[in-house]
């Protein structure tokens, strides 16, 4: 399952150096829609490498700000307490799973 939350939440979660998968979305964004189902399958059968998190960056603007994140989707993959790698864009569901296989 994808968690949505905020930026304090997404912090805090790599702050304890947990692998965390992130969807940096909005509302309005047709890729972003088009990516969240295929998120919500992929969070199912990688659950036991990582966290899967959304986090809306009209909501958390700093937090976007600060990773650097100007267009969306953009998928961002931290482990041990950093930004391991990322993806800008969408990506179909075969692509997506490729993503994680190469990173996980």
């Known amino acids: ?41 992929l969070s199912e059968e990688y659950k036991d490498k990582a966290v899967f998190a959304k986090v809306n960056v009209d909501e958390n603007g700093d937090l976007a700000a600060s990773l650097g994140i100007f267009s969306i989707p953009d998928v961002y993959i931290f482990a041990d307490g950093e930004v391991k790698t990322h993806n800008l864009g969408y990506l179909p569901e075969e692509s997506m799973r ?6 996980l």
């Open 1 to 41: 399952m994808v968690k949505e939350m905020s930026g304090r939440e997404l912090d805090e979660l790599v702050s304890q150096k947990k692998t965390v998968v992130c969807d940096f979305w909005a509302s309005w964004c047709g890729p972003c829609r088009m990516l969240s189902p295929i998120m919500e399958k």
């Open 98 to 103: 490729e993503f994680l296989e190469d990173n």
